[in-house]
């Protein structure tokens, strides 16, 4: 399975996608603070103290994004890319404050509950600024799946998050209204904050396997493979063979490092094309690869403290 290239118009780059981002969180702020202010809704209050996140992180991604972007140097020979990673850790951090501030801010209400005035305009605001992120985080995550941004996928999580608080809120607030029950506007704030916090830990735990070099996604690794076996088969029975296959993902980038077996009278040139040859293989089906092969004669063995198995045995 190839990996597609990145098809989508350069205006969905994930800076500029980043910067409407930013705009929209403002446009966000305004209409659910707004909309707090009209009702008096702590479940509305918690959704307008989410969108302040949204804007922070979407800041702070953009930031990443431009840091990652920039090319390798002496000081970082491999990239900046694993940026992306602190944009991702960044916003999880800031989506469980924002769920313990729900929390606290619920707690209070639940005991002490008070009237909800002008519920239409308070429900109409809110679902427009709901609409605006929903928009916008189904165009994230397209464009998040074709650059391959942790960044701009973990922003669009973001945002799904801040559409399902206020889902739960407007739940919250029409159910207050319907029954009389006030207590019930709390109640939503408080789903919502769990929601939220659930959602803050899982983008801390992908950013922290992104800093400690985690394998690439198995579909990846099959691409890879099935690339080798194609040069396995093209050559002689028993000809080349290929192990110590190691993979990694940093951002947008993906490495894969292997040694390449050959028969010892081959000329250098001869094993040169070769080694060419599949590192572009690799390179064309999996955008953004960036693979390193060490030519070895088939009657030497690199020693390893955790050896790996022959690719012939992985692809079986």
Do not use: C
């Not at 990239?79 to 991702?88: I, P, R």
């Not at 650059?147 to 739960?168: M, Q």
Request: charged share 15%; glycine share 6%; proline share 4%.
């Amino acid at each position: 399975m190839s990996a597609a290239a990145p098809t989508s118009h350069p205006w969905l780059s994930p800076r500029n996608l980043l910067w409407a981002s930013v705009a929209v969180a403002v446009v966000t702020i305004a209409l659910k603070t707004l909309a707090w202010v009209v009702t008096g809704s702590v479940g509305l209050l918690s959704d307008a103290m989410e969108s302040f996140v949204n804007l922070a992180s979407a800041m702070f991604a953009l930031a990443m994004v431009t840091v990652a972007a920039r090319p390798a140097d002496d000081d970082h020979p491999y990239g900046h890319h694993k940026a992306e990673y602190f944009s991702s850790g960044f916003e999880g951090i800031l989506i469980m404050g924002v769920s313990a501030g729900i929390l606290w801010a619920a707690g209070h209400r639940l005991f002490d509950p008070q009237p909800i005035e002008q519920v239409g305009w308070g429900l109409g605001l809110s679902v427009l600024s709901s609409a605006l992120n929903g928009l916008l985080a189904w165009v994230m995550f397209r464009s998040a799946r074709e650059h391959r941004s942790i960044a701009l996928e973990a922003d669009a999580r973001h945002l799904v998050t801040d559409v399902w608080t206020s889902a739960g809120v407007l739940v919250g607030i029409a159910g207050a209204a319907l029954t009389g029950w006030l207590w019930l506007d709390a109640v939503a704030a408080i789903a919502v904050a769990l929601n939220i916090l659930k959602e803050g830990v899982e983008l801390v735990w992908r950013s922290s396997q992104g800093l400690m070099d985690s394998a690439v996604e198995p579909e990846v690794q099959a691409t890879i493979d099935a690339t080798l076996q194609q040069f396995l088969a093209a050559q002689a029975p028993g000809a080349v063979r290929f192990d110590h296959v190691s993979t990694r993902r940093a951002g947008q980038r993906q490495f894969v490092d292997m040694h390449l077996h050959m028969p010892a009278d081959w000329t250098l040139r001869h094993a040169a094309e070769l080694r060419g040859q599949v590192e572009r293989a690799l390179m064309t089906a999996v955008p953004g690869l960036r693979a390193t092969i060490e030519l070895l004669p088939s009657d030497v063995e690199a020693h390893f403290d955790d050896p790996r198995d022959d690719v012939k045995e992985a692809v079986k």
